[in-house]
Structure formats: structure tokens, C-alpha cells
């Protein structure tokens, strides 16, 4: 069976600290992960990863993945109260044929508190 | 663009009633999804459709959920008779073909139900 599993489920820190979440997967087929924010609403988009070792960048936030070991990382240097949110990884895969560009698999989430 | 629109944002209703909830995706997208999103499961795939077509409906929990999507603008998920234990967050979110992989997939703001 698919599986995403994030860590930690929830995080306190106060502002200025950085963190680190953690996002293992085992999907069949997989194409790339996902990760989103979420805050009241809707996910928003963060980053897209297919390959390993790799880092994405978007000011104070980065990403990387590793896909031999199966699993990324989301870094949040300097945090600010702005940047409490759930934090969702996804992944991506696509049917043996790569016709359909598929599902995604969630995570469970990371519960971000960040403090003043 | 008006992005992805999702209603009712709120619905209570009591047990044993039919609710029915509606998505419009971005215009052009191919391809539509309804994820359900609750504390203990998170987000979960309930169904996709890809030029309206149902692709995988397998995370749909029962016969008692049914989607439908007549045309390209329109999806409807539908839970005849309702229970409690579907009280969640609806997520509707829709791609055009492989940008979901690769830029991510835009949600709706979701439709909250209730069912008491």
C-alpha cells in the first residue's frame, strides 16, 4: 500500500529558530513530491521534486529529496509567526503506463507553531 | 482567473439527509480531483476524473458517495444517505495535464460538512 508518512506530527518553536520536517514515501510508480502549506484554507503549492539531491529554494524555505533513501526535507530558516501552518508533503505517481498524471498520496501533515 | 470554486464553503445537515457538493475547476484544466480531509486521516483521495471521465475511484469509502462531472466547468460529489462519521473538509482541486506533477495542483477552498 501507498504510504507518506511526515515528522514530526506538530512542532513549537519561536520565531527566528529554523526547522526541519521530515517526509519518507513508499509509492510504486512515483514521479515526483509535492510540498504544500496550508493555513485556514486551501494547501498552496510549495515545491515540486523528482530528483535527488537537488535543492529547491524559496527565500527562508528549502527543500530537497532523496530518492534512494525515499524521503525529503523542508528546512524554514529564521521563522516567523507567519510560517504556522500545516505543512503537507504529497506523492506523485503515475499508472505503468505514465498516461495519467495521477494521484496524489498525503502525508499526514506537520503542525507548525511558530511563537513571537 | 477565478480559481477553483467550491460550493456550498459550509453545510450542515442531518443524518440520513443527501448532500450534494459542487466544484468548478479552472477553466482548461483536464483534470479534477475531490480529496476529503479530516483530523485522523488527513488528506484523502477520494476520486479523479481527466477529461471527464472517472480514472480511480477507489478511494471512494462507500456506495453511498457518488461523483459525477457532466461537463468540463462542473463536478458534483454526492452523499446519499449522509452520517456523521462523513463530517470532514471537501477539497476539490483541478491540473492541466502534467503541470499537477510539476507545479502542483490547485485546491478550492473547500466545503466544510457537518453532519449531525
Known amino acids: 500500500e501507498d504510504k507518506v508518512v511526515q515528522s514530526p506530527l506538530s512542532l513549537v518553536v519561536h520565531e527566528g529558530d529554523t526547522v526541519t520536517l521530515n517526509c519518507s514515501y513508499e509509492?510504486?510508480?512515483?514521479?515526483?513530491l509535492l510540498w504544500y502549506k496550508q493555513e485556514k484554507k486551501a494547501p498552496t503549492f510549495l515545491f515540486m521534486l523528482t530528483s535527488s539531491g537537488i535543492e529547491k529554494k524559496s527565500g527562508r524555505l528549502s527543500s530537497i529529496l532523496d530518492n534512494k533513501e525515499l524521503f525529503s526535507i523542508l528546512n524554514i530558516t529564521a521563522t516567523q509567526t507567519g510560517d504556522s501552518a500545516v505543512y503537507l508533503c504529497a506523492a506523485v505517481y503515475v499508472n505503468a503506463g505514465g498516461t495519467s498524471y495521477g494521484k496524489l498520496t498525503f502525508g499526514q501533515g506537520t503542525i507548525l507553531t511558530v511563537h513571537p | 482567473d477565478a480559481g477553483v470554486i467550491q460550493s456550498p464553503r459550509h453545510e450542515v445537515t442531518e443524518m440520513g439527509q443527501e448532500v450534494t457538493l459542487r466544484c468548478k475547476p479552472i477553466s482548461g484544466h483536464d483534470y479534477l480531483f475531490w480529496y476529503r480531509q479530516t483530523m485522523m486521516r488527513g488528506l484523502e483521495l477520494l476520486i479523479y476524473?481527466?477529461?471527464?471521465?472517472?480514472?480511480?475511484d477507489s478511494g471512494m469509502p462507500e456506495d453511498r458517495f457518488s461523483a459525477k462531472m457532466p461537463n468540463a466547468s462542473f463536478s458534483t460529489l454526492k452523499i446519499q444517505p449522509s452520517e456523521p462519521r462523513d463530517s470532514a473538509v471537501y477539497f476539490c482541486a483541478s491540473s492541466l495535464g502534467d503541470r499537477g506533477i510539476n507545479y502542483g495542483y490547485t485546491f478550492g477552498s473547500g466545503t466544510r460538512l457537518t453532519v449531525v
Open positions: 509509492v510504486t510508480n512515483f514521479r515526483s
Open positions: 476524473f481527466n477529461n471527464n471521465v472517472p480514472i480511480d
